[in-house]
Protein backbone atom coordinates (compact mmCIF):
# COMPACT_ATOMS: atom_id res chain seq x y z
CA UNK A 1 0.00 0.00 0.00
CA UNK A 2 3.15 2.60 0.93
CA UNK A 3 3.73 1.92 -2.88
CA UNK A 4 1.10 2.55 -4.07
CA UNK A 5 0.90 6.50 -1.92
CA UNK A 6 4.52 7.26 -2.79
CA UNK A 7 3.84 6.54 -6.37
CA UNK A 8 0.60 8.97 -6.65
CA UNK A 9 2.79 11.89 -5.23
CA UNK A 10 3.21 15.01 -7.18
CA UNK A 11 7.01 14.59 -7.54
CA UNK A 12 7.04 11.24 -8.38
CA UNK A 13 4.26 12.26 -11.44
CA UNK A 14 5.94 15.47 -12.64
CA UNK A 15 9.08 13.26 -12.59
CA UNK A 16 7.02 10.21 -15.32
CA UNK A 17 5.97 13.10 -17.08
CA UNK A 18 9.51 14.43 -17.29
CA UNK A 19 10.74 10.91 -18.46
CA UNK A 20 8.25 10.15 -21.00
CA UNK A 21 9.02 13.65 -22.83
CA UNK A 22 12.42 12.11 -22.63
CA UNK A 23 12.20 8.70 -23.91
CA UNK A 24 10.07 10.30 -26.88
CA UNK A 25 12.55 12.84 -27.74
CA UNK A 26 15.03 10.12 -28.21
CA UNK A 27 13.15 8.24 -30.11
CA UNK A 28 13.01 11.01 -32.72
CA UNK A 29 17.37 10.64 -31.87
CA UNK A 30 16.60 6.86 -32.97
CA UNK A 31 15.12 7.29 -36.04
CA UNK A 32 10.95 8.10 -35.27
CA UNK A 33 10.30 11.31 -37.31
CA UNK A 34 10.95 14.65 -36.48
CA UNK A 35 8.35 15.94 -33.65
CA UNK A 36 7.16 12.18 -33.56
CA UNK A 37 8.80 10.51 -31.50
CA UNK A 38 5.92 9.98 -30.00
CA UNK A 39 2.14 10.66 -31.64
CA UNK A 40 -0.39 7.91 -31.00
CA UNK A 41 -2.91 8.66 -33.68
CA UNK A 42 0.12 9.26 -36.22
CA UNK A 43 1.70 5.78 -34.90
CA UNK A 44 -2.22 4.13 -35.13
CA UNK A 45 -2.50 5.76 -38.52
CA UNK A 46 0.95 4.04 -39.34
CA UNK A 47 -0.62 0.40 -38.09
CA UNK A 48 -3.69 0.97 -39.48
CA UNK A 49 -1.83 1.16 -42.81
CA UNK A 50 0.17 -1.81 -42.12
CA UNK A 51 -2.82 -3.59 -41.93
CA UNK A 52 -4.08 -2.51 -45.08
CA UNK A 53 -6.84 -0.33 -43.81
CA UNK A 54 -6.13 2.46 -45.54
CA UNK A 55 -4.25 3.03 -49.22
CA UNK A 56 -1.34 5.80 -47.85
CA UNK A 57 1.62 3.80 -48.96
CA UNK A 58 3.91 6.34 -47.03
CA UNK A 59 1.95 5.96 -44.00
CA UNK A 60 2.21 2.24 -43.13
CA UNK A 61 4.38 0.67 -41.23
CA UNK A 62 3.49 -1.46 -37.29
CA UNK A 63 4.85 0.35 -34.86
CA UNK A 64 5.43 -1.43 -31.87
CA UNK A 65 5.34 1.13 -29.24
CA UNK A 66 1.14 1.18 -29.82
CA UNK A 67 0.82 -2.49 -28.58
CA UNK A 68 3.45 -1.91 -25.90
CA UNK A 69 2.14 1.07 -24.05
CA UNK A 70 -1.02 -1.25 -23.95
CA UNK A 71 1.17 -3.79 -22.13
CA UNK A 72 3.16 -1.98 -20.05
CA UNK A 73 0.07 -0.45 -18.38
CA UNK A 74 -0.94 -4.08 -17.83
CA UNK A 75 1.91 -5.28 -16.56
CA UNK A 76 1.61 -2.15 -14.06
CA UNK A 77 -1.83 -2.80 -13.08
CA UNK A 78 -1.44 -6.46 -12.48
CA UNK A 79 1.53 -5.80 -10.53
CA UNK A 80 -0.16 -2.79 -8.22
CA UNK A 81 -3.38 -4.71 -7.92
CA UNK A 82 -5.51 -2.50 -10.51
CA UNK A 83 -6.08 -4.37 -13.02
CA UNK A 84 -10.09 -4.17 -13.23
CA UNK A 85 -12.09 -5.23 -16.27
CA UNK A 86 -14.94 -2.87 -16.96
CA UNK A 87 -17.46 -2.08 -19.72
CA UNK A 88 -20.76 -1.31 -21.10
CA UNK A 89 -20.50 2.70 -20.66
CA UNK A 90 -22.22 3.82 -24.38
CA UNK A 91 -20.26 2.13 -26.67
CA UNK A 92 -21.28 2.99 -30.18
CA UNK A 93 -20.76 6.90 -28.46
CA UNK A 94 -17.22 6.01 -27.83
CA UNK A 95 -16.47 4.80 -30.99
CA UNK A 96 -17.89 7.63 -32.93
CA UNK A 97 -15.75 10.22 -30.67
CA UNK A 98 -12.92 8.39 -30.74
CA UNK A 99 -13.27 8.37 -35.12
CA UNK A 100 -14.20 12.41 -34.28
CA UNK A 101 -11.02 12.92 -32.50
CA UNK A 102 -8.16 10.90 -34.59
CA UNK A 103 -10.19 12.98 -37.56
CA UNK A 104 -9.47 16.36 -35.50
CA UNK A 105 -5.76 15.40 -34.81
CA UNK A 106 -4.78 14.88 -38.51
CA UNK A 107 -6.55 17.68 -39.57
CA UNK A 108 -4.17 19.39 -37.16
CA UNK A 109 -0.98 16.98 -37.92
CA UNK A 110 -0.45 15.58 -34.57
CA UNK A 111 -2.65 14.03 -31.19
CA UNK A 112 -1.87 15.79 -27.87
CA UNK A 113 1.31 13.90 -27.38
CA UNK A 114 2.79 15.41 -30.70
CA UNK A 115 1.31 18.61 -29.64
CA UNK A 116 3.57 18.56 -26.84
CA UNK A 117 6.72 17.24 -28.81
CA UNK A 118 5.87 19.96 -31.36
CA UNK A 119 6.05 22.53 -28.89
CA UNK A 120 9.38 21.41 -27.16
CA UNK A 121 11.20 21.33 -30.50
CA UNK A 122 9.86 25.39 -31.00
CA UNK A 123 7.49 24.96 -34.06
CA UNK A 124 4.99 28.08 -33.97
CA UNK A 125 2.15 26.60 -35.61
CA UNK A 126 1.27 24.66 -32.57
CA UNK A 127 -0.06 28.47 -30.48
CA UNK A 128 -3.30 27.79 -32.74
CA UNK A 129 -3.55 24.15 -32.13
CA UNK A 130 -2.73 25.12 -28.07
CA UNK A 131 -5.64 27.04 -28.30
CA UNK A 132 -8.01 25.26 -29.95
CA UNK A 133 -6.99 22.25 -27.45
CA UNK A 134 -8.51 24.51 -24.74
CA UNK A 135 -11.76 25.57 -26.43
CA UNK A 136 -11.97 22.21 -26.55
CA UNK A 137 -11.35 20.84 -23.27
CA UNK A 138 -13.35 24.12 -22.19
CA UNK A 139 -16.15 22.96 -24.24
CA UNK A 140 -15.99 19.61 -22.43
CA UNK A 141 -15.92 20.81 -18.97
CA UNK A 142 -19.29 23.36 -19.98
CA UNK A 143 -21.15 19.89 -20.67
CA UNK A 144 -19.93 17.95 -17.74
CA UNK A 145 -20.73 20.72 -15.41
CA UNK A 146 -24.20 20.66 -16.79
CA UNK A 147 -24.43 16.98 -16.48
CA UNK A 148 -22.81 15.32 -19.29
CA UNK A 149 -22.02 11.65 -18.65
CA UNK A 150 -21.27 8.48 -21.07
CA UNK A 151 -22.81 6.55 -18.33
CA UNK A 152 -20.69 4.66 -15.73
CA UNK A 153 -18.62 1.29 -17.10
CA UNK A 154 -19.61 -2.25 -15.13
CA UNK A 155 -17.54 -4.83 -13.82
CA UNK A 156 -17.12 -7.23 -16.47
CA UNK A 157 -15.69 -10.68 -16.26
CA UNK A 158 -11.58 -11.08 -16.55
CA UNK A 159 -12.13 -12.48 -19.92
CA UNK A 160 -13.41 -9.15 -21.30
CA UNK A 161 -10.75 -7.20 -19.92
CA UNK A 162 -8.12 -9.32 -21.23
CA UNK A 163 -9.47 -8.92 -25.07
CA UNK A 164 -7.81 -5.92 -26.40
CA UNK A 165 -4.22 -6.35 -24.21
CA UNK A 166 -4.43 -10.02 -25.61
CA UNK A 167 -4.89 -8.64 -28.77
CA UNK A 168 -1.88 -6.18 -28.49
CA UNK A 169 0.49 -9.04 -27.41
CA UNK A 170 -0.64 -11.48 -30.45
CA UNK A 171 -0.56 -8.91 -33.02
CA UNK A 172 3.39 -7.83 -31.43
CA UNK A 173 4.52 -11.19 -31.19
CA UNK A 174 3.58 -11.41 -35.01
CA UNK A 175 5.65 -8.70 -35.51
CA UNK A 176 8.67 -9.90 -33.41
CA UNK A 177 8.65 -13.36 -34.73
CA UNK A 178 8.86 -12.46 -37.91
CA UNK A 179 5.32 -11.77 -39.56
CA UNK A 180 6.57 -10.50 -43.01
CA UNK A 181 6.06 -6.85 -44.68
CA UNK A 182 5.61 -6.08 -48.00
CA UNK A 183 5.47 -9.33 -50.48
CA UNK A 184 6.70 -11.15 -48.08
CA UNK A 185 4.13 -11.17 -45.39
CA UNK A 186 0.95 -9.75 -44.60
CA UNK A 187 1.81 -6.50 -43.70
CA UNK A 188 2.68 -3.44 -45.35
CA UNK A 189 5.59 -0.98 -44.88
CA UNK A 190 6.34 2.21 -46.45
CA UNK A 191 9.03 2.44 -48.60
CA UNK A 192 9.64 5.94 -48.23
CA UNK A 193 7.79 8.90 -46.07
CA UNK A 194 6.89 9.49 -42.47
CA UNK A 195 6.19 5.50 -42.34
CA UNK A 196 9.20 4.50 -43.15
CA UNK A 197 11.46 6.67 -40.47
CA UNK A 198 11.01 4.12 -37.31
CA UNK A 199 13.48 3.60 -34.46
CA UNK A 200 14.81 -0.48 -34.24
CA UNK A 201 12.37 -2.40 -33.74
CA UNK A 202 13.40 -3.71 -29.52
CA UNK A 203 14.22 0.17 -28.66
CA UNK A 204 10.60 1.12 -29.23
CA UNK A 205 9.17 -1.92 -27.79
CA UNK A 206 11.34 -1.11 -24.73
CA UNK A 207 10.16 2.35 -24.61
CA UNK A 208 6.81 1.55 -25.32
CA UNK A 209 6.72 -0.05 -22.43
CA UNK A 210 8.27 1.83 -20.50
CA UNK A 211 5.77 4.84 -21.22
CA UNK A 212 3.11 2.32 -21.05
CA UNK A 213 3.91 1.61 -17.02
CA UNK A 214 4.64 5.13 -16.50
CA UNK A 215 1.32 6.09 -18.15
CA UNK A 216 -0.83 3.60 -15.82
CA UNK A 217 1.04 4.72 -12.29
CA UNK A 218 1.07 8.21 -12.84
CA UNK A 219 -1.76 8.78 -14.35
CA UNK A 220 -0.63 10.21 -17.64
CA UNK A 221 -3.06 12.75 -19.49
CA UNK A 222 -2.77 15.66 -21.77
CA UNK A 223 -6.30 16.58 -21.46
CA UNK A 224 -6.55 15.85 -17.96
CA UNK A 225 -3.61 18.31 -17.85
CA UNK A 226 -6.30 21.20 -18.57
CA UNK A 227 -9.16 19.68 -17.05
CA UNK A 228 -8.35 18.93 -13.60
CA UNK A 229 -7.16 22.53 -12.90
CA UNK A 230 -10.50 23.87 -13.76
CA UNK A 231 -12.39 20.89 -12.15
CA UNK A 232 -10.61 19.46 -9.64
CA UNK A 233 -8.54 22.50 -8.40
CA UNK A 234 -5.67 19.70 -8.68
CA UNK A 235 -2.20 20.52 -10.85
CA UNK A 236 -0.29 17.30 -10.76
CA UNK A 237 -0.87 16.25 -14.77
CA UNK A 238 -0.40 19.86 -15.57
CA UNK A 239 3.16 20.07 -14.07
CA UNK A 240 3.67 16.32 -15.81
CA UNK A 241 2.73 18.06 -19.00
CA UNK A 242 5.23 20.97 -18.50
CA UNK A 243 7.71 18.91 -17.23
CA UNK A 244 6.98 16.71 -20.59
CA UNK A 245 7.54 19.40 -22.75
CA UNK A 246 11.10 20.96 -20.86
CA UNK A 247 12.96 17.73 -20.77
CA UNK A 248 11.92 16.68 -24.52
CA UNK A 249 13.01 20.60 -25.30
CA UNK A 250 16.49 19.90 -23.35
CA UNK A 251 17.32 17.09 -25.35
CA UNK A 252 16.42 18.70 -28.46
CA UNK A 253 18.94 21.44 -27.66
CA UNK A 254 21.26 18.95 -26.53
CA UNK A 255 21.45 17.02 -30.36
CA UNK A 256 20.51 20.36 -32.13
CA UNK A 257 17.52 19.63 -33.43
CA UNK A 258 15.78 22.57 -32.32
CA UNK A 259 13.95 24.33 -35.49
CA UNK A 260 12.26 28.03 -34.22
CA UNK A 261 9.47 29.30 -36.26
CA UNK A 262 6.31 29.02 -38.11
CA UNK A 263 8.44 27.90 -42.08
CA UNK A 264 9.71 24.47 -43.30
CA UNK A 265 8.48 22.88 -39.50
CA UNK A 266 8.40 18.90 -40.03
CA UNK A 267 5.31 17.26 -41.16
CA UNK A 268 3.49 20.73 -40.01
CA UNK A 269 1.19 23.52 -41.95
CA UNK A 270 0.36 26.69 -41.23
CA UNK A 271 -3.38 26.93 -41.86
CA UNK A 272 -3.87 28.25 -38.43
CA UNK A 273 -7.78 28.42 -38.47
CA UNK A 274 -7.78 24.45 -39.27
CA UNK A 275 -4.60 24.27 -36.90
CA UNK A 276 -7.11 25.41 -33.69
CA UNK A 277 -10.90 23.95 -35.48
CA UNK A 278 -8.76 20.54 -36.02
CA UNK A 279 -7.33 20.40 -32.54
CA UNK A 280 -10.64 22.01 -30.82
CA UNK A 281 -12.50 19.00 -31.91
CA UNK A 282 -9.42 16.41 -30.98
CA UNK A 283 -9.48 17.91 -27.76
CA UNK A 284 -13.43 17.76 -27.02
CA UNK A 285 -14.12 14.51 -28.24
CA UNK A 286 -11.11 13.05 -26.00
CA UNK A 287 -12.30 15.12 -23.20
CA UNK A 288 -16.00 13.63 -23.67
CA UNK A 289 -14.17 10.17 -24.29
CA UNK A 290 -12.39 10.45 -20.83
CA UNK A 291 -8.96 10.96 -21.92
CA UNK A 292 -6.16 11.77 -24.27
CA UNK A 293 -5.00 8.98 -26.71
CA UNK A 294 -2.18 7.75 -24.77
CA UNK A 295 -4.27 7.33 -21.29
CA UNK A 296 -6.88 5.28 -23.82
CA UNK A 297 -4.22 3.20 -24.31
CA UNK A 298 -3.48 2.60 -20.85
CA UNK A 299 -6.80 2.16 -20.00
CA UNK A 300 -7.52 -0.44 -22.34
CA UNK A 301 -4.34 -2.23 -20.48
CA UNK A 302 -5.72 -1.80 -17.03
CA UNK A 303 -9.18 -3.68 -18.47
CA UNK A 304 -11.54 -1.28 -19.64
CA UNK A 305 -13.21 -2.35 -22.60
CA UNK A 306 -14.87 1.19 -23.50
CA UNK A 307 -11.11 2.71 -23.43
CA UNK A 308 -10.62 -0.36 -26.10
CA UNK A 309 -13.78 0.51 -27.51
CA UNK A 310 -12.51 4.62 -28.21
CA UNK A 311 -9.18 2.78 -29.51
CA UNK A 312 -10.86 1.54 -32.20
CA UNK A 313 -12.58 4.06 -33.14
CA UNK A 314 -9.79 6.06 -33.53
CA UNK A 315 -8.51 3.14 -36.00
CA UNK A 316 -11.33 3.90 -37.79
CA UNK A 317 -11.03 7.38 -38.49
CA UNK A 318 -7.26 7.39 -39.30
CA UNK A 319 -8.48 4.75 -41.60
CA UNK A 320 -11.32 7.22 -43.25
CA UNK A 321 -8.84 10.23 -42.65
CA UNK A 322 -6.70 8.62 -45.55
CA UNK A 323 -9.17 6.84 -47.50
CA UNK A 324 -11.55 9.81 -47.62
CA UNK A 325 -8.71 12.70 -47.98
CA UNK A 326 -9.40 14.25 -44.93
CA UNK A 327 -6.38 14.50 -43.40
CA UNK A 328 -4.35 17.85 -43.73
CA UNK A 329 -1.42 17.82 -46.01
CA UNK A 330 2.41 19.45 -44.26
CA UNK A 331 3.60 22.87 -46.02
CA UNK A 332 5.75 22.62 -49.00
CA UNK A 333 8.22 24.49 -51.07
CA UNK A 334 6.60 27.75 -49.80
CA UNK A 335 2.82 26.74 -50.00
CA UNK A 336 0.82 26.47 -47.19
CA UNK A 337 -0.83 22.95 -46.51
CA UNK A 338 -4.12 22.34 -44.80
CA UNK A 339 -7.18 19.97 -44.72
CA UNK A 340 -9.12 19.80 -48.10
CA UNK A 341 -12.55 20.39 -48.19
CA UNK A 342 -13.71 17.02 -47.22
CA UNK A 343 -11.02 17.51 -43.95
CA UNK A 344 -13.14 20.57 -43.50
CA UNK A 345 -16.30 19.64 -43.78
CA UNK A 346 -15.70 16.06 -41.45
CA UNK A 347 -14.34 18.86 -38.56
CA UNK A 348 -17.51 21.00 -38.46
CA UNK A 349 -19.39 17.92 -38.09
CA UNK A 350 -17.34 16.72 -35.93
CA UNK A 351 -17.91 19.19 -33.94
CA UNK A 352 -22.08 19.21 -33.81
CA UNK A 353 -21.80 15.94 -32.99
CA UNK A 354 -19.50 16.93 -30.01
CA UNK A 355 -22.01 19.34 -29.48
CA UNK A 356 -25.23 17.69 -29.87
CA UNK A 357 -23.73 15.00 -27.63
CA UNK A 358 -23.05 17.39 -24.65
CA UNK A 359 -26.39 18.66 -24.93
CA UNK A 360 -28.26 15.64 -25.41
CA UNK A 361 -26.52 14.47 -22.34
CA UNK A 362 -27.63 17.56 -20.22
CA UNK A 363 -31.15 17.30 -21.50
CA UNK A 364 -31.47 13.24 -20.32
CA UNK A 365 -29.75 14.51 -16.91
CA UNK A 366 -32.24 16.92 -16.57
Known amino acids: MRGKTWLAKTPFVIAGG ?63 GEFRPRSGSAPLLRFCLGMFAAIGALVFLGCTWRLLLRTAGLDANVLTGLAGLGVGVGGAVFFERRGFTLGASRPAPA ?69 NPVVLREYR ?17 CTGTLRAGFAGQPIAHSDHLWNFLGMALAGLAFALGGGCPGRQLVAAGEGNADAGIFVLGS ?52
Request: aromatic share 8%; proline share 5%; hydrophobic share 60%.
Open 18 to 80: ALIGLVAAALERAGNPPNMGICVVCFERDIAGALGLHRASALQYFRPEIPAFVLGALLAALLF
Open 315 to 366: MAGVALAHDLALAAVPDRLGAVGGPGPGGRVAVLAGLVFCAALGLLSRRLAE
Open 159 to 227: FAGAIFPGAAALFLIAVLLGAGSGESGPLFESARGPGALHAPVLLSLGAGLVIGFLGQRTRFCTIGALR
Open 237 to 253: LLGAAAAFVLAAFAFKA
